[in-house]
């Protein structure tokens, strides 16, 4: 599977060198990165979830080495729509000490086939695969290579031509962030392209990304997630799942984001902790779910979302993000009496009426490469400056003696130095008028 050029050391994949993850599973091929510990997943029977939190949307590789070759084994599963175009395979980011230096795929592996007509799956094994980076640059540095955001991905091997060992902790904060398919990064262009990443690299801090697919839906086992894991900021952006999956009214979703909240409270009493409300979504600013696929459209070859309820059925409690922003603005301005550290975000800051007039959501309900690029950068813009909730918390505080105060972080990791984030952005679109891969 791999090639004889090098003289190749093969390095065990553990938690050490891994940072994004929760947990990670032991598998028949190697191990399995979750977004999700395992309590947490024992606790869910939704297969949508199960997918989502498997998928590794911000999770990386990230070690220090002199090697000038890479080379990781993956098993990925590929997601394939009966009746649409056939999707591109997952982009995996290589990082040299911050900056973008290489993009690759894997091809084969598995394929989750899935009828959206039928609602029905199907699963057929495949091979595993190599991506391979060669000719990094001599001497010590940081390499992270970040997974496919939106590929299951089984880890089966690493290989390098030099001795790896974890990267040390810089003294960056740890960001958590929980929210839908838009901040797991549907139909953003790389992992490292989604719009917490990009943020997160904006804001100096590193990410750790509970955005699902399909699964901002205020679970009791997330907030316990988020409670437990050490974090210096916290942001939920929640509102789309709930109203696209029509899965509770007006009076639930108010105690829940309440419940929700108090979960978080109970492990973070004092970190800031921002409410992001939803971005502009025109099929359901004012018309209920549950968000259903456009039939036509299929036929067509295209994937389309369309909303199915009414908008009279809002006076029965049904939501709409129009109402699930007032209520949010309404719930933390009440808690924010007591808590001076929780803060809102009008997700229509991140992207309203002007940029859906210039950048339309190409399947209604997901945004394009260039939106997340625009979100990640208004949101660094509204909350890492200087008047914004997350204000001058880049960088944990050093002791004396040099070390950064609190706890060790396997989850956070390293990230993309703030400084570094132009050079990395002209660095991406350099890799991809080149077509390096």
Not at 223 to 249: C, E, H, Q, Y
Not at 339 to 366: N, Q, S, W
């Amino acid at each position: 599977m791999h090639t004889t050029e090098h003289d190749w050391i093969t390095t065990p994949i553990t938690a050490d060198i891994l940072r994004g993850a929760l947990d990670l599973e032991h598998t028949a091929h190697g191990v399995l990165p979750h977004r999700l510990p395992a309590w947490a997943r024992a606790q869910n029977t939704d297969g949508q979830l199960a997918m989502a939190e498997a998928q590794p949307s911000g999770v990386r590789l990230a070690f220090r080495t002199r090697a000038t070759a890479v080379e990781l084994d993956t098993l990925p599963t590929k997601r394939v729509y009966t009746g649409a175009p056939p999707r591109p395979d997952g982009v995996y980011d290589l990082l040299v000490d911050g900056r973008l230096a290489g993009q690759s795929t894997v091809t084969g592996g598995n394929t989750l086939a899935i009828d959206l007509a039928t609602g029905t799956a199907e699963n057929h094994p495949g091979p595993a695969g190599t991506v391979r980076f060669t000719d990094l640059p001599d001497g010590v540095k940081n390499i992270e290579i970040w997974l496919p955001h939106n590929e299951t991905t089984e880890l089966v091997a690493l290989r390098t031509d030099a001795p790896v060992e974890p990267v040390p902790d810089r003294g960056r904060k740890v960001w958590l962030h929980h929210g839908s398919s838009i901040s797991h990064g549907s139909d953003a262009a790389s992992p490292t392209a989604i719009w917490p990443a990009l943020a997160a690299s904006l804001g100096g801090v590193e990410l750790i990304n509970l955005g699902m697919g399909g699964s901002a839906l205020l679970d009791p086992f997330t907030a316990r997630t988020m409670r437990d894991i050490p974090a210096d900021l916290i942001s939920i952006k929640i509102g789309i799942n709930l109203v696209n999956a029509d899965l509770m009214r007006l009076r639930a979703f108010t105690p829940a984001v309440h419940g929700f909240l108090d979960t978080i409270r109970e492990g973070h009493p004092t970190t800031p902790l921002l409410v992001v409300s939803p971005i502009l979504c025109p099929i359901h600013e004012d018309t209920p779910g549950p968000a259903a696929f456009d039939v036509s459209a299929l036929g067509a070859g295209k994937l389309r979302f369309q909303a199915t309820g009414e908008p009279a059925e809002r006076a029965a409690g049904k939501l709409t993000l129009r109402v699930i922003r007032e209520e949010l603005s309404r719930i933390v301005k009440q808690r924010a009496a007591d808590d001076p550290h929780l803060h809102y975000l009008d997700g229509l800051e991140l992207y309203g009426e002007a940029d859906a007039a210039e950048l339309p959501l190409p399947d209604e309900l997901h945004p394009d490469a260039a939106t997340h690029r625009r979100m990640g950068e208004r949101f660094a813009a509204l909350a890492f400056t200087a008047d914004g909730p997350f204000a001058g918390h880049g960088v944990r505080p050093r002791t004396p003696s040099g070390t950064t105060r609190g706890s060790g972080r396997s989850a956070g990791g390293s990230g993309a130095p703030q400084e570094e984030e132009a050079v990395m952005v002209d660095a991406e679109q350099r890799c991809r008028r080149e077509g390096r891969r």
